[in-house]
């Protein structure tokens, strides 16, 4: 249910609620007005001060990615080791593009905390920001062939990387003889070598999800986050009040917001 419906609702309940006290149309419909004018402009205050808050942090300040394979809607109070969390990495300036790859360790105290809230500034943990990524809509968004240090893979076998217990031996596995011939005879110190070389399985799945995010924004434009959040296919936590508009704005109004968007990134010819 979209806001301008529940606006419409909310005026009909306060008009019909006064008209039977009062039994007078027009105190009814001053009333309804003057009620639903006051509510629009607070929550008109306390969403310009959430977009201020946003300009002023967002590429700035600690945020953290995450890629479930769940499938389930996930909100602030959902307990992040249900979320069959598959990878996850930190951006503190977008600006920089630099982004810090999470190990398993790290990996592991997100997933032991008590919700996706306890890991935000909103519930004391060190993200400004948690932005969760689910596995098969966003492997929608890129081509079928991703490349990967020089080497073109089917999508379904880098989704299968993300998904795997040892991803950096079946990267090898794969990679290997494109890049070094036959590897068959390879030493387990040479292999060794070459694995440490990709990080560890945690920071290579990482890896992969940044990459794959990346050409995702790339494939669908700047406005791919916005129609993803809107479709339910992204979670933002906390999901403040501008967040919540976004949700509730009809399809039409996304629509169009993306193609301004669309329009201010295109060069100027």
Same mark, same amino acid.
């Given at each position: 249910?979209?806001?301008?419906?529940?606006?419409?609702?909310?005026?009909?309940?306060?008009?019909?609620?006064?008209?039977?006290?009062?039994?007078?149309?027009?105190?009814?419909?001053?009333?309804?007005?003057?009620?639903?004018?006051?509510?629009?402009?607070?929550?008109?205050?306390?969403?310009?001060?959430?977009?201020?808050? &946003?300009?002023?942090?967002?590429?700035?300040?600690?945020?953290?990615?995450?890629?479930?394979?769940?499938?389930?809607? &996930?909100?602030?109070?959902?307990?992040?080791?249900?979320?069959?969390?598959?990878?996850?990495?930190?951006?503190?300036?977008?600006?920089?593009?630099?982004?810090?790859?999470?190990?398993?360790?790290?990996?592991?105290?997100?997933?032991?905390?008590?919700?996706?809230?306890?890991?935000?500034?909103?519930?004391?943990?060190?993200?400004?920001?948690?932005?969760?990524?689910?596995?098969?809509?966003?492997?929608?968004?890129?081509?079928?062939?991703?490349?990967?240090?020089?080497?073109?893979?089917?999508?379904?076998?880098?989704?299968?990387?993300?998904?795997?217990?040892?991803?950096?031996?079946?990267?090898?596995?794969?990679?290997?003889?494109?890049?070094?011939?036959?590897?068959?005879?390879?030493?387990?110190?040479?292999?060794?070598?070459?694995?440490?070389?990709?990080?560890?399985?945690?920071?290579?799945?990482?890896?992969?999800?940044? &990459?794959?995010?990346?050409?995702?924004?790339?494939?669908?434009?700047?406005?791919?986050? &916005?129609?993803?959040?809107?479709?339910?296919?992204?979670?933002?936590?906390?999901?403040?009040?501008?967040?919540?508009?976004?949700?509730?704005?009809?399809?039409?109004?996304?629509?169009?917001?993306?193609?301004?968007?669309?329009?201010?990134?295109?060069?100027?010819?």
């Amino acid at each position: 249910m979209n806001y301008l419906v529940i606006t419409a609702i909310a005026w009909v309940i306060i008009f019909i609620a006064v008209y039977a006290w009062k039994r007078s149309f027009a105190k009814a419909f001053f009333a309804a007005s003057t009620l639903l004018t006051i509510a629009v402009v607070v929550l008109a205050a306390f969403t310009y001060q959430d977009v201020k808050d &946003l300009q002023q942090k967002f590429l700035s300040e600690k945020k953290l990615f995450l890629l479930s394979q769940s499938g389930a809607p &996930l909100d602030s109070a959902s307990v992040p080791s249900e979320a069959d969390i598959l990878a996850a990495f930190s951006v503190t300036d977008i600006s920089q593009g630099q982004a810090e790859f999470l190990n398993q360790e790290d990996l592991n105290a997100v997933k032991s905390a008590p919700s996706f809230e306890n890991l935000t500034f909103a519930g004391g943990g060190d993200y400004y920001k948690v932005l969760i990524f689910h596995l098969e809509p966003l492997f929608a968004q890129v081509p079928q062939t991703l490349s990967y240090q020089d080497i073109g893979f089917p999508k379904e076998q880098v989704k299968s990387f993300i998904t795997s217990s040892s991803p950096r031996d079946d990267f090898l596995d794969v990679a290997g003889p494109k890049l070094l011939g036959d590897i068959s005879q390879m030493s387990p110190q040479l292999r060794e070598s070459i694995l440490s070389q990709l990080g560890s399985d945690a920071e290579f799945k990482s890896q992969i999800f940044g &990459l794959v995010l990346s050409l995702a924004i790339e494939n669908k434009g700047p406005a791919f986050i &916005l129609e993803s959040f809107h479709d339910g296919t992204i979670q933002v936590i906390p999901e403040t009040i501008s967040f919540k508009l976004v949700k509730g704005m009809p399809s039409s109004f996304i629509d169009l917001a993306i193609s301004k968007v669309t329009e201010r990134a295109e060069p100027q010819g």
